[in-house]
C-alpha cells in the first residue's frame, strides 16, 4: 500500500473463532462453512470441548454446568464429522480452514487450540501448564499448535485472561474483540454486557502491554449460531503471502495481523519499514507509515504510543466529487416487527458507472444461549454477481432484536461513476433508484408496505476521499526500555479497526 513493508504479501479476511451445533451453539457446520464462504477468506468451526475448572459444587449453577458437560459430550460425537468436514471444505488459493476446539478456564481464561491441519484430538488438559506440555510433544512430532486467548476483559479468575500466565509460545496473538464486547481497555465502546460480567482493567490489551508482553491482535465473532463473519461481530485481518494453511498461520505467527469490528477495513502500518508485529532494533528516530482503505467515512485514524494517542489524522478536507472518483454505498435491508422473519431478494444494477467491488456484510442470530425455537436452517444469505454492474443477493431478517441491537442484512457497493451514474435496486419486487449526485446528499429509504414494514435504504455515496487516509509521522523517544506503537482507525458508522503493535526494542 504505502510501505516495502508489504511488498508480496495479501490482505485476508477470516474468523477463526465462531460456534455451531457441533457442541453447544446453533446450526449444522456445514451451514456454518457455507455462510463463511459468503464473505471470507479463512475461517475455523470451533468445538466447546473442555472446562477442567467447572463450578460443579455451586448448587445455583446446576444448570449451567450441564449444559456445558452434555455439549462437550456432544463435541465429542461430532468431533471425527468436523475433522472431515474441514478438509472437505478446504481450498488453497480460494477458502482456507483450520481445526479448532476451545478450552475454558476460570483460573486461566479460555483459550481456542488451533491445528495447521484438519486432524488432530481434543485436548483434555488440567491446567494451561499441562496444556502447553501436551502442545510442546505435538510441535516435536511435527504438528504445529496455537492456543489463543479469547474474551480477555473478564476478570482473572472468571474466565478472563491472566496476564501472569500469558506466555507467547503457542499464543503470538489475542482476540481482543468479539461479539462478547470490546477489550482494548476498559473504557470505550463495546462493553461486555455478557452474563459473564464487566470488562476488568488489569485483563485488557493495554495492561497486558504495559506488563511487557508481547503479542499481536486479533478479532473474532464468537458467533454461536452458525455464522462466521457475522457483520458486526469481528473479524481477524491477515498479512500473508498467500491464501494458503500455511501462509494464514505463518501470518498469525508473524503477528501481521490486525483486529475488526465489520467492515473489511484495508490497514497498513510499518515502523520504520517495518510491518505491524514486529519487534524492531532500538532506535530514537521513529517514522511512523498508515495507510486505510475503510468501508465507510473514516472519523479518526490514532497513532498511539505506550497507549497514549500522540498523532491523530481527523479526515480530509470538504471537496467536490471528483470525475471517475470511486464511491461506498452501504445498501441495507431489514426493520419491521421483531422475530417475524422476512426473506429478501434484491438485485441492484449500476448505470453509467462501474460496479468495482462488492462487500456482503451478512449477519446471523446474535444469540449466545439456548433458544426455545431452531430455524430450519441458519444458512440463509447468498449473493453473485450478474456480470460486470450488477448484483443480486438473497437474505432473512427478523427486525432489530433492540433499537440497539441491529439485525440488518446488506451489501457495501464500491462504485466509478459521476454525480449522474445511477444506483437501481429491486427489492422484493418493490423498486428504488437514485443518481450518485443525490445519494452523496444523503441516503434513500422505502418500504415494502405501509408503515412499520420491512424496510430498506440506499446508503449515502461516500467518496473516495473521505474513507483512504495515507500519513506519515516521525517521533522521537529516548527508548530507555521496549515501547510500542499500534494504530486505531474510527469509522463514521461506528465501525473500527486496530492494528497488531509494533515493539521498539531499549536502546
Not at 455439549?71 to 468436514?85: S, T, V
Not at 477458502?95 to 486461566?108: G, I, K, P
Not at 494458503?244 to 520504520?272: E, F, K, M, S
Request: hydrophobic fraction near 35%; include cysteine.
Amino acid at each position: 500500500m504505502i510501505t516495502p513493508a508489504y511488498d508480496g504479501l495479501g490482505l485476508y479476511y477470516g474468523d477463526i473463532h465462531n460456534h455451531c451445533g457441533v457442541s453447544y451453539g446453533h446450526g449444522s457446520p456445514e451451514d456454518a462453512f457455507a455462510n463463511a464462504r459468503q464473505q471470507l477468506d479463512f475461517a475455523s468451526v470451533v468445538a466447546h470441548a473442555h472446562w477442567p475448572d467447572m463450578p460443579v459444587g455451586d448448587p445455583a449453577l446446576a444448570a449451567l454446568v450441564a449444559y456445558h458437560q452434555e455439549g462437550f459430550r456432544k463435541a465429542e460425537r461430532n468431533w471425527p464429522h468436523l475433522q472431515e468436514l474441514t478438509q472437505a471444505v478446504h481450498e488453497d488459493g480460494r477458502f482456507v480452514t483450520f481445526l479448532a476446539f476451545e478450552w475454558h478456564s476460570l483460573r486461566y481464561g479460555d483459550h481456542v487450540v488451533y491445528y495447521n491441519s484438519s486432524r488432530g484430538d481434543i485436548i483434555r488438559a488440567a491446567t494451561l501448564p499441562e496444556m502447553r506440555e501436551r502442545l510442546r510433544g505435538l510441535a516435536a512430532q511435527g504438528t504445529e499448535c496455537f492456543a489463543i486467548p479469547h474474551h480477555i476483559g473478564y476478570l482473572t479468575g472468571r474466565r478472563g485472561i491472566s496476564w501472569g500466565d500469558f506466555s507467547p509460545e503457542f499464543s503470538p496473538v489475542v482476540e481482543m474483540v468479539s461479539m462478547h464486547g470490546l477489550a482494548e481497555s476498559d473504557e470505550g465502546p463495546y462493553a461486555y454486557l455478557h452474563t459473564m460480567g464487566p470488562r476488568d482493567g488489569r485483563s485488557t490489551m493495554q495492561h497486558g502491554l504495559r506488563l511487557g508482553q508481547v503479542f499481536g491482535v486479533i478479532g473474532s465473532s464468537d458467533h454461536h449460531s452458525g455464522h462466521p463473519g457475522s457483520y458486526g461481530h469481528g473479524l481477524l485481518a491477515a498479512w500473508a503471502g498467500d491464501l494458503t494453511r500455511r501462509g494464514i498461520w505463518d501470518a498469525i505467527a508473524a503477528r501481521r495481523t490486525y483486529a475488526l469490528t465489520g467492515d473489511r477495513i484495508a490497514l497498513a502500518v510499518a515502523l520504520n519499514g517495518a510491518p505491524m508485529g514486529s519487534v524492531v532494533p532500538a532506535a530514537r528516530e521513529r517514522r511512523i507509515e498508515v495507510a486505510v482503505v475503510g468501508g465507510a467515512a473514516l472519523d479518526a485514524v490514532d497513532i498511539l504510543h505506550n497507549n497514549r494517542v500522540v498523532h491523530r489524522w481527523s479526515g480530509p478536507p470538504a471537496s467536490r466529487v471528483q470525475p471517475g472518483e470511486a464511491v461506498k454505498v452501504h445498501v441495507e435491508v431489514g426493520w419491521g416487527d421483531r422475530n417475524r422473519n422476512q426473506e429478501w431478494q434484491v438485485e441492484l444494477a449500476v448505470e453509467g458507472g462501474r460496479l468495482l467491488s462488492v462487500e456482503p456484510r451478512f449477519r446471523g442470530h446474535p444469540v449466545v444461549s439456548p433458544q426455545g425455537k431452531e430455524e430450519s436452517t441458519y444458512a440463509f444469505s447468498a449473493w453473485e454477481r450478474l456480470g460486470e454492474a450488477a448484483v443480486r443477493f438473497r437474505t432473512r431478517t427478523w427486525g432489530n432484536v433492540t433499537t440497539m441491537t441491529p439485525s440488518t442484512q446488506g451489501v457495501c457497493l464500491e462504485i466509478a461513476g459521476d454525480p449522474g451514474t445511477r444506483l437501481r435496486g429491486t427489492f422484493n419486487g418493490s423498486a428504488a433508484d437514485a443518481t450518485l449526485g443525490e445519494l452523496l446528499e444523503g441516503g434513500r429509504a422505502g418500504y415494502l408496505g405501509g408503515f412499520r414494514t420491512p424496510a430498506y435504504v440506499l446508503g449515502r455515496a461516500v467518496r473516495a476521499g473521505e474513507y483512504t487516509c495515507q500519513t506519515t509521522f516521525r517521533h522521537e523517544v529516548e527508548g530507555r526500555a521496549r515501547d510500542w506503537y499500534y494504530v486505531r482507525v474510527s469509522q463514521r458508522n461506528g465501525q473500527l479497526a486496530w492494528s497488531s503493535p509494533i515493539f521498539v526494542e531499549a536502546g
